[in-house]
């Protein structure tokens, strides 16, 4: 069966697409433009109520936040692809604990950049000074953070990429469209991770594909 998933060309889909490529699961994708409000149509809210991208459909299962999907394959095919779990039990809490740095810190200063900043010229609107400016504090308290990290182990769960490195990627992109790369590369240990996790060839392939917000 191969697996659909909706949105393909926004950020919260390509967590997914990432996945679905390092797992060598087949998958196909399914066109919703939420710039047009196709995520708010009537059939498209019968698979996700909350009208975001991604879902996906896997046979008669259907599965929608882009982490929970992450998870569900990376148990599932977890002896198929890069193991992006962990080996052990200790290890898997540690993915799960950077999972939800990412989730709960990490995104949601870059997600208020994105929008006073590339949505906010997207649509015309004059970006808040200060949003930008507190989120950008934000943000940099947690890449002190991650330098720390970082300088201790290769990856944020340990020395294996894993879910949670991940997780960062499509967002973490957004910073480049944004002119705030600076973030990432005056920090010496969170610029290696970010140039190794960014050359892998699964996000190279998922990042070349259409990006509608710069457009
Ligand atoms: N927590 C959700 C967030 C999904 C999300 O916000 N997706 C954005 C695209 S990256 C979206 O569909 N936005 C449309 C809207 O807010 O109307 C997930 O990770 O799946």
Not at 47 to 66: A, C, H
Not at 91 to 115: F, K
Not at 128 to 134: G, R, Y
Request: proline letters at 5%; glycine letters at 6%; aromatic letters at 10%.
């Amino acid at each position: 069966m191969v697996v659909k998933v909706y949105g393909p060309d926004f950020a919260s889909p390509k967590r997914v697409l990432v996945c679905l490529i390092e797992k060598e699961v087949e998958f196909e994708t399914v066109p919703i433009d939420i710039l047009k409000g196709q995520n708010k149509d009537p059939e498209f809210l019968k698979l996700q109520p909350f009208g975001v991208v991604p879902v996906i459909q896997d046979g008669d299962y259907t599965l929608f936040e882009s982490r929970a999907i992450m998870r569900y394959y990376a148990e599932k095919y977890k002896s198929q692809g890069t193991d992006l779990l962990g080996k052990t039990i200790e290890e898997r809490g540690v993915v799960e604990q950077w999972l939800e740095v990412e989730a709960q810190s990490y995104h949601p200063a870059i997600d208020n950049l994105v929008i006073e900043i590339l949505l906010g010229r997207k649509r015309g609107i004059t970006p808040d000074a200060k949003v930008i400016e507190e989120s950008e504090k934000k943000l940099a308290k947690v890449l002190d953070i991650y330098e720390e990290r970082l300088s201790k182990s290769k990856y944020l769960a340990g020395d294996f990429f894993s879910l949670a490195d991940l997780s960062h990627l499509p967002f973490t992109k957004y910073l480049a469209d944004m002119g705030k790369m600076y973030l990432i590369e005056e920090r010496k240990h969170v610029k290696a991770w970010w140039d190794d996790i960014s050359n892998r060839p699964s996000w190279k392939k998922v990042s070349s594909s259409r990006w509608p917000l710069l457009e």
